[in-house]
C-alpha cells in the first residue's frame, strides 16, 4: 500500500536519538541503579493549586468542549503576560491555545511556510524541528552554532543563508539543546535582516522562564516586528506540566485567525479543566515556581564544577533551560562511544550531540531534571568514564 509524501518528510534521525534513553528507563524499570539525564522532564511534581482547580473543575462538569481557539479567560490572561513581558500590546484575539508548544509549533509552520520556501534554523536544534518544518514541503537551512563561540548565534552566518526562497528565521531560546540565551544586541541584528528581507520569525520560548544569566529578551518589541513574530510557549517547564499538555501560540491577529483554522480541524480545542488550571497556574501566588527555578540554577552550578574538574571533560554552561553539553572529543572517541559506554557500564543516560545536528559532534547532552544527590552520582559516574577511556588510551 503507498503512504503519502509527508509520512517521508516527518521521519529522520530524530526519532532514533531516543533510543537510549529508552533502554534507560527499560533498565530502571527493572530496578537497576540507572541516573537518566537524557530528557527535559522536570522531576518536581505541577503546583498544587493547579492540580486543585484541575479538580475542582472536573467535578463541576468542565468535561465538554472548549472554545478551539481557547477559552476566552485564558486568552485574556495570556495577552497581558505577553503584554507585560513584551511591552508589545497584545489583544486575546491573537492568542491560539494549543496542546503544548510541539503542536504551537507544528500551528505555526503549517500557516507560514508552503513548500519549496526555505527556513533558516540554527544548529544543533531540538531533534523535532527538521520533521515538522520538513512536514510543510518547506525546506530547512541549517546555520551551523559553533562550539568554539558557545553555541551563540552568529548573525552574519544566519544573513548569509538568506536568499530570495527564504520566508522565516525559527529561533529557540534559551536554547534547547545547549542552554545558550539569544541576547538583544544579536536579536536587534536578526530583526532588521527579518525587516529588510520581509521574513517571519519564529520563536520558541518554552525555557523563557527559567533564565540563569540575564533576562530573556522578546524580539517583538523591536521596530517592525510585531507584525512579523510568532510566539511560541507552553507550561511544560516552567510549571512542571510536560503531561498536561497545554501551550499557545500568539503572532498578528490575521495569523491567529488562521491558526484557530487549523486548531478547529486538528484538536477541536483543549480540554476546558486544563485551560482553567493553566489560568490559575498564570495568575495564582505560586512559590513553587520560584523555588524550581532556583533549584535548577543549583544544579546546573554544582555540575558545572563537577564536568570542569573531570579531565578530558568540558562543558558549556548554560545561560537558561535545563540541559548542558559536554564535549568529550578530549577523550578520542566519538559521542555516539561515549554515551554507550556510559550507559551500558556506568548507568548514566545522556543524548548523543549529533542527533541534534552535526555541529554538535563530540558533545552529548545532559539534563538536570534529577535532584542533586543524583547529579553527584552521575558526575562520579560520568568521571569514571572518561578516566576508563583515558587509562586505555595511555595504555
Not at 548554560?318 to 559536554?326: E, H, R
Not at 550531540?353 to 562520579?380: I, T
Request: proline share 5%; aromatic share 8%; glycine share 8%.
Amino acid at each position: 500500500m503507498k503512504y503519502s509524501d509527508l509520512t517521508r518528510r516527518i521521519t529522520g534521525e530524530g526519532s532514533s536519538a531516543w533510543d537510549i534513553h529508552f533502554r534507560a528507563q527499560e533498565r530502571l524499570a527493572r530496578g537497576e541503579d540507572v541516573v537518566i539525564l537524557s530528557v527535559g522532564d522536570p522531576d518536581f511534581d505541577t503546583p498544587a493549586a493547579i492540580v486543585d482547580t484541575a479538580c475542582a473543575e472536573l467535578k463541576a462538569g468542565a468535561t465538554h468542549y472548549a472554545d478551539h481557539r481557547g477559552e476566552q479567560e485564558l486568552q485574556q490572561v495570556l495577552a497581558a503576560r505577553h503584554t507585560a513581558q513584551t511591552g508589545v500590546s497584545t489583544d486575546p484575539e491573537q492568542v491560539v491555545v494549543v496542546a503544548g508548544a510541539q503542536c504551537g509549533l507544528y500551528v505555526a509552520a503549517q500557516c507560514l511556510l508552503d513548500p519549496g520556501d526555505e527556513v533558516i534554523v540554527p544548529e544543533p536544534m531540538y531533534v523535532t524541528y527538521e520533521a515538522f518544518l520538513q512536514a510543510t514541503g518547506a525546506r530547512v537551512v541549517n546555520v551551523p552554532l559553533l562550539p568554539e563561540l558557545h553555541f551563540n548565534i552568529d548573525p552574519e552566518a544566519i544573513a548569509a543563508k538568506v536568499t530570495e526562497r527564504t520566508r522565516a528565521i525559527f529561533i529557540n531560546s534559551p536554547h534547547n539543546p545547549t542552554g545558550a540565551a539569544v541576547n538583544e544586541a544579536t536579536w536587534q541584528a536578526l530583526a532588521e535582516l527579518c525587516v529588510e528581507h520581509d521574513l517571519w520569525l519564529i520563536t520558541d520560548e518554552v525555557y523563557a522562564d527559567l533564565m540563569f544569566e540575564g533576562e530573556h529578551f522578546h524580539p517583538g518589541q523591536l521596530p517592525g516586528m510585531s507584525e512579523r513574530t510568532v510566539t511560541v510557549s507552553s507550561l511544560s517547564k516552567s510549571h512542571a506540566m510536560t503531561g498536561w499538555r497545554l501551550g499557545w501560540v500568539i503572532g498578528p491577529r490575521e495569523f491567529a485567525v488562521h491558526a484557530g483554522n487549523l486548531t478547529l480541524c486538528m484538536l477541536y480545542g483543549s480540554p476546558a479543566f486544563v485551560q482553567r488550571a493553566a489560568v490559575t497556574a498564570l495568575t495564582a501566588e505560586l512559590p513553587e515556581l520560584e523555588e524550581m527555578r532556583q533549584a535548577y540554577r543549583g544544579r546546573r552550578d554544582l555540575m558545572v564544577a563537577r564536568i570542569k574538574s573531570i579531565p578530558g571533560v568540558n562543558c558549556h554552561t548554560p545561560a537558561g533551560g535545563m540541559f548542558m553539553m559536554l564535549d568529550v572529543r578530549e577523550l578520542g572517541v566519538s559521542a555516539d562511544t561515549f554515551a554507550e559506554r556510559l550507559l551500558d557500564e556506568f548507568g548514566v543516560s545522556v543524548l548523543v550531540g549529533e542527533a541534534f545536528g552535526p555541529s554538535a559532534r563530540g558533545h552529548v547532552r545532559a539534563s538536570f531534571c534529577v535532584s542533586e544527590a543524583d547529579l553527584d552520582k552521575a558526575c562520579a559516574r560520568i568521571a569514571a568514564c572518561a578516566e576508563a577511556f583515558l587509562s586505555e588510551a595511555d595504555g
